[in-house]
Every structure is written in C-alpha cells, then in structure tokens.
C-alpha cells in the first residue's frame, strides 16, 4: 500500500443536525475544496491532499475514528475547539490527548494546528501542548462564514507550508552535517511564508499598495476578524532595511518566500521586475502572476511562461493625465484573498510534493547522473542553473511534457535527461 504525501485531519464536536453546518464541517469542506486541486494543474492532472473528517461515534466506541498516522508522510490535525467541545470533554479528551502524544513524542513531519472559534477555557488535552492557535470567531451572519472559511484556509496553508519547509530543511541539514562531523546543529525556524510583490511602479504600484493593506492579511481589522499571522508581504518600500543593498535584501526575500507578480502592462520592460522573476526561478521558489493588463505591450517578458496566472475580470482602469490608470477600488478584499490563495496552494504543492518526489527519488538509486527534482515542469530560466555541474536526470510533475517541448529543452541542454515523477521507476 502506498504512503500519501500528506492528510489533512479535521476534527470537531459536532453540534448541528447537518454536521457540515458546524463550523468544523465548514472549514473541512472549504479545506476539501481548495486542496483537492492544488496549486497548477496540467492536462487536467494535479495534486492533492485528502481532507479527513473526525467528528461522529465510530463503531459505537464513543470517539471518533482514529487517526491513521503511517498511511501519510506528514498528518496535519486541525482541531476546532468551540463551546460544544468543552462542554463534550469527557467524550473529546482522551482523543485529543492521543493526537498530543503521539505528535509529541513521535513524530516531527505532523502537526496539530487548533482553531479557536469561541472564547473559553480549552480542552485540557490540548492545553498541555502550550500550542500557539488560530483565534476565529464563529461569524454571526450566514454571509459571513465564507470568508471565515476563506480566510482560516489562508491561514492554515500558510502555517502548513512553513511547517513542511521547516521539517525538510531540518533533514537536508542533519543528513549534510552528520554526513560530515557526526552531529546535527538546530537553524532559525520560518514561523510564516513571505509574499515577495513584484511590481512596476509606473502602473502597479497601487495594487502592491492595496497588497501591502493585508500585511499579515489583516485590512480594517476588528476584534471578530480572522487575522491570518502565518503571511506577511514583502514590499520594497516598507521592507527593506537602510544600509543594505537592495537586490541582496529582495533575493533574499523572494529564496525565503513566494512571489507574487502583479502583471501590468509596464511590468514586461522593467529591468527590476525581470531580474525578481528571474530570481524566484533560479531559487525554485513558488510563482504565481496576477494578470491585470489593460493595452497589452509590444514585447512580453519570454521567461514569464511555466506558473500559474490568475486574472480578475471585473478590475476598471480610470482617465488620468493622459494616461489609463488601474481604478485600485474597484478590487475588493476577496479579489485579493483569492490571489493570495492561489500562491498559498502553489507554494503548498510545491513544497509538499517535492518533498514526496524527494522521498521516492531516495527510495530508487539508480546510475546514470545527479538527480534533481523540480516542483516545476522542466523550462530555460532554471534549467541553465541546474545543470551548470554536470548531467542531471531531472524529476518533474506529471503529465510527461509533450514531445516538442521535450525535444526544444533536450537539444538546448543535451546533458539533461528529463523524467516525469511517474517515469521514475518504469
């Protein structure tokens, strides 16, 4: 039986006769919704996570079903904790208290993330733990709860990524360090992901500002918002440090993060926003572009190809001076949240399945050349920084690319054989 790369657990005391009206059965469905799709999809292939749900009697037993740890690489545990659970404790407790030992004393790859929607005591099993939650008060309205959903979503895959970073950064770095002296040293761990925001000034720049609104995805923030802590935006002008340079501090930025390019039509022919782009695939990191052109442009940027683009179709552009100018206003907080959301679930596939390719690639040693695996379908702008050693098999995402793209990228770069993920072992 294969492993899965990773399940998503979901576990509430149910309350409603319809439990998916409950609000842990909300968040599981939206969670359901955005993961089953994740991130870039080809051919329609993509990736996914199974979203579990853990809230009825099993068997009579008077708890939920157990968690399955070993069918998945990493389990991700979210766990609701409203008025109906404490008051359910004695049925909820030894459950939860299983879920915190085994995540304490076996396992670093799981996690268990807990969603606060109503104030109160907690649930002394998970109280134990000491374990920092998402405070999101239950909305009062019906219309409400899609963006509660929404935004906890944003949340989590935000959390979820930094955690996966967090865990395959801490087994590349004891395999490399006891590999050499015997002994593992413990590093700085990321606590959110970074949004890089790519940007032409002439004509993005107050969408990079209207971005800049929802550092930490925050905007007009009240005591019953959602505040979504596991993002922060990367703006040049409220980010960068006086006595630094510049392009050290955003490639930094953009090699920690993701990056988000706000195309306009002055974005293809500027130097800055090709070198950010540029940068984030030299480094591998997640790209996705948010495409509001308006006039089009007479040359576009050749390496901007291979990502995922978001358009948002209802955005006006408003006289002023002689010029067009993007109406900032007629974006809502939704039209962002939704990008964000694309680049949370292409940074969450890409760090998620390279770390499964990884696992698989480990598990078939073979000759014949290093292998690289590459959360991206093969392109130039990174190819030319893998192979700068030497021949390379290079493991991608499936579909196979077609056999033209294959034959353009193979005479480019004859040292490098490429391998879909499912060829691997064929």
């Known amino acids: 039986m294969s492993i899965e790369p990773m399940r998503v657990y979901v576990l509430w005391a149910p309350a409603r006769p319809d439990p998916s009206e ?36 099993w068997r009579d037993t008077g708890r939920p079903q157990p968690i399955d740890w070993a069918a998945a690489r990493s389990n991700i545990v979210i766990l609701v904790i409203d008025d109906v659970m404490r008051n359910r404790e004695g049925e909820w407790g030894d459950y939860v208290a299983d879920i915190e030992r085994h995540i304490r004393d076996s396992s670093v790859a799981d996690m268990l993330l807990p969603v606060i929607t109503s104030r109160g005591q907690g649930v002394s099993a998970f109280d134990a733990l000491a374990t920092q939650g ?49 002994q593992a040293t413990s590093a700085e761990e990321l606590r959110r992901i970074g949004i890089f925001l790519s940007h032409a000034k002439m004509d993005g720049e107050g969408v990079a500002l209207l971005l800049e609104r929802f550092r930490d995805s925050r905007p007009n923030p009240t005591p019953d918002e959602v505040r979504v802590n596991s993002v922060e935006m990367f703006f040049d002008a409220s980010d960068t440090v006086a006595g630094g340079a510049y392009a050290k ?28 782009l540029l940068t984030a695939k030299k480094f591998g990191s997640p790209i996705v572009l948010w495409d509001l052109s308006h006039r089009g442009t007479l040359r576009s940027f050749p390496y901007l190809g291979n990502v995922p683009v978001i358009r948002t179709p209802d955005v006006r552009y408003q006289p002023d001076g002689g010029m067009e100018r993007l109406d900032v206003t007629s974006i809502s907080d939704a039209d962002i949240e939704h990008v964000l959301l694309a680049l949370l679930s292409e940074a969450m596939r890409m760090e998620v399945w390279a770390a499964d390719a990884q696992d698989r690639v480990n598990s078939h040693p073979a000759p014949g050349g290093e292998i690289v695996v590459c959360a991206r379908p093969p392109e130039l702008a990174e190819l030319v920084h893998h192979c700068m050693h030497g021949p390379i098999r290079l493991v991608y995402p499936d579909p196979p690319i077609c056999l033209h793209e294959k034959e353009l990228i193979e005479t480019a770069f004859p040292q490098v054989s490429l391998i879909a993920l499912s060829e691997l072992s064929s």
Not at 29 to 51: C, E, S
Not at 158 to 178: D, F, L, S, Y
């Open 249 to 276: 501090q955003f490639e930094q930025a953009i090699k920690r993060g993701a990056l988000l390019g706000i195309l306009t039509d002055a974005y293809h022919g500027r130097p800055w926003c090709m070198w950010e």
């Open 22 to 57: 409950d609000p842990g059965g909300r968040l599981a469905d939206t969670l359901h919704r955005q993961l089953d799709a994740l991130g870039m999809m080809r051919d329609g292939i993509g990736f996914r996570i199974p979203v579990r749900k853990r809230s009825a009697n």
């Open 134 to 182: 998402i405070v999101a008060p239950a909305p009062q309205a019906e219309q409400g709860w899609e963006r509660w959903t929404r935004r906890i979503t944003m949340y989590v895959m935000g959390a979820v990524w930094a955690h996966q970073r967090n865990v395959q950064r801490a087994m590349n770095r004891t395999m490399i360090e006891q590999s050499a002296t015997g």
